[in-house]
T-cell receptor
Framework: AQSVTQLGSHVSVSEGALVLLRCNYS??????LFWYVQYPNQGLQLLLK??????LVKGINGFEAEFKKSETSFHLTKPSAHMSDAAEYFC???????????????FGKGTKLTVNP | DTGVSQDPRHKITKRGQNVTFRCDPI?????LYWYRQTLGQGPEFLTY????????KSRLLSDRFSAERPKGSFSTLEIQRTEQGDSAMYLC????????????FGPGTRLTVT
């Protein structure tokens, strides 16, 4: 079964600093990979996704993530943090269509990002 | 297209009571998913529908939980004889087709069992 590990349940950065949120997946076949953001008491919003092709994926709000097959990783970065980036971030995976299997998304436990002024 | 909506947004109930939540997916989406999110955890899959057919259920979905999607449009999730451990955010999502590339999440229903 697919699983996702997010290293660091809490990350704190200063405004303007680099944001790096880590995600590793466990699958011999690279799954589809997603990053979602969740603001307090709200649902999940898709930041970006990797399906195929270019391994550096750009998303909304200046975020990007790089798929590294050799490291089974899909870390999320943003060059300069903004106060409005404070939220919880979830990495998720799903089996590729070609694999069949379940259609569900499997989420990591999340990383809460705090941005200090 | 107004997105995925869920009702109610908040529900407080006493232990032992039954509760029902509703999810209205994006209108042309044939797949609908229910997730549960407890404090400090990521969303956990509960069940999903393709049209009106319930195709997969998690072992998390005990016999006190039941979900329906009678006409392939909105869905309901019922919890019978609620327990304090049922306190969580219940999220609904919808998607279209088999691409597995786009899920749209609703705002969630926060359940508190006292």
């Amino acid at each position: 079964a697919q699983s996702v590990t997010q290293l660091g349940s809490h990350v704190s950065v200063s405004e303007g600093a680099l944001v790096l949120l880590r995600c590793n997946y466990s699958s011999s076949v690279p799954p589809y990979l997603f990053w979602y953001v969740q603001y307090p008491n709200q649902g999940l919003q898709l930041l970006l996704k990797y399906t195929t092709g270019a391994t550096l994926v750009k998303g909304i709000n200046g975020f990007e993530a790089e798929f590294k097959k050799s490291e089974t990783s899909f870390h999320l970065t943003k060059p300069s943090a903004h106060m409005s980036d404070a939220a919880e971030y979830f990495c998720a995976v799903s089996d590729r269509l070609s694999q069949g299997g379940s259609e569900k998304l499997v989420f990591g436990k999340g990383t809460k990002l705090t941005v200090n002024p | 297209d107004t997105g995925v909506s869920q009702d109610p947004r908040h529900k407080i109930t006493k232990r032992g009571q039954n509760v029902t939540f509703r999810c209205d997916p994006i209108s042309e989406h044939n797949r609908l998913y229910w997730y549960r999110q407890t404090l400090g955890q990521g969303p956990e899959f509960l069940t999903y529908f393709q049209n009106e057919a319930q195709l997969e259920k998690s072992r998390l979905l005990s016999d006190r939980f039941s979900a329906e999607r009678p006409k392939g449009s909105f869905s309901t999730l019922e919890i019978q004889r609620t327990e304090q451990g049922d306190s969580a955010m219940y999220l609904c999502a919808s998607s279209q087709g088999q691409a597995r590339l786009s899920w749209y999440f609703g705002p969630g229903t926060r359940l508190t069992v006292t």
